[in-house]
């Protein structure tokens, strides 16, 4: 079984950024897809970003496109979320999670396990 551990969470300014980090631990996830999803009082789950197990395709909801920026290292077995020019309704709790597949990171059902999340939070 896998640890989802994210980090890098905090109070920004609207305009600011901030780096998540998903670090994995139990077992490796290099050959995994992995993607990050948020939730807010409003949606109980929401895909913000996907990469593939290699990094070579990447998916990103079009509210945060041209903004944030998925990315991985399969040494560390940790994925990233580069979010940039963060506005309040990016504000929520981000969370990583690891699919059964290597290419499959859109559908959350392909999704085998969760971290716990971290809170975002963009005052305007």
């Known amino acids: 079984q896998v640890q989802l551990v994210e980090s890098g969470g905090g109070l920004v300014q609207a305009g600011g950024s901030l780096r998540l980090s998903c670090a994995a631990s139990?077992?490796?996830?290099?050959?995994?897809?992995m993607a990050w999803f948020r939730r807010t009082p409003e949606k109980e789950r929401d895909l913000v970003a996907g990469?593939?197990?290699?990094?070579?395709?990447?998916y990103y909801a079009d509210s945060v496109k041209g903004r944030f920026t998925i990315s991985r290292d399969n040494v560390k077995n940790t994925v990233y979320l580069q979010m940039n020019s963060l506005k309040p309704e990016d504000t929520a709790i981000y969370y990583c999670?690891?699919?059964?597949?290597?290419?499959?990171?859109?559908?959350?059902?392909?999704?085998?396990?969760w971290g716990q999340g971290t809170q975002v939070t963009v005052s305007s």
């Open positions: 990469i593939s197990w290699n990094g070579g395709t990447t």
């Open positions: 999670a690891v699919s059964r597949f290597t290419n499959s990171y859109t559908r959350p059902e392909h999704f085998s396990s």
């Open positions: 139990g077992r490796t996830v290099s050959s995994y897809a």
